[in-house]
């Protein structure tokens, strides 16, 4: 089984290329880089490594946030449109789940931490089991950025990707030690979080969900 893993949930995008739960290449990606756009190169560049072409890829893994809406959305495309072509399977895992397994060294329980910008971050409790693996008991939560550190402490977890915690990344290359689930192509979109900013203005200035617009629900919509 060969699996691509993408995940872009924060500025440090990561591709690996997995046969069956060994990472066999991996690769980063800046993404917030202006104009330019740097994933789908490091995906090609990671298969390249492997030995191998995207048809050869048997599933797509895909960091499903939450984190940056614009890198989300990248990555969020990038692997709906080569699941799309290829016929294959689309997994959606949680980044923060992958941040904790690329930040946790023991056994036991951890809080992940992704900063939501505006003081705030995104917050996952988790456990790491003594096969590696690493379950979620419940959802992220959206929590002000001050309250981190007691927020763990509550819990009487291992805070990683915040200070004063360990310091980590998402990465790709951990998916197979976070369980994955099989997404619906066609209407899976990964959780941003939140709105993005462009969004939040838009709404601000039309005073009526950007939604509305969409479905045909605005006030005079027929």
Not at 98 to 109: D, K, N, P
Not at 174 to 195: D, K
Request: glycine share 12%; aromatic share 4%; net charge neutral.
């Amino acid at each position: 089984m060969i699996t691509l893993a993408i995940d872009a949930s924060t500025a440090a995008g990561s591709v690996a290329v997995l046969r069956d739960a060994m990472v066999i290449a991996e690769g980063e990606a800046v993404m917030r880089s202006g104009d330019r756009e740097f994933l789908l190169p490091a995906i090609q560049g990671a298969l390249a490594r492997a030995g191998l072409t995207v048809g050869s890829v048997d599933r797509i893994v895909c960091g499903a946030g939450p984190g940056s809406f614009t890198s989300l959305r990248i990555a969020g495309s990038i692997a709906k449109g080569i699941a799309h072509a290829r016929g294959i399977p689309l997994l959606a895992v949680s980044s923060l789940a992958l941040l904790v397994a690329e930040g946790a060294q023991t056994t036991g329980t951890y809080v992940a931490a992704i900063t939501a910008l505006r003081g705030e971050h995104y917050v996952l409790t988790a456990t790491v089991g003594e096969d590696g693996g690493v379950f979620e008991p419940g959802p992220f939560e959206l929590i002000a950025s001050g309250a981190i550190a007691g927020y763990a402490a509550e819990r009487r977890a291992t805070l990683i990707g915040a200070p004063p915690g360990r310091p980590a990344q998402p990465h790709a290359r951990s998916a197979s030690r976070v369980e994955a689930t099989m997404v619906n192509l066609a209407s899976w979109e990964p959780a941003y979080g939140r709105l993005a900013e462009a969004q939040v203005k838009w709404e601000a200035s039309h005073g009526r969900p950007l939604d509305a617009e969409r479905h045909g629900t605005a006030p005079g919509a027929k």
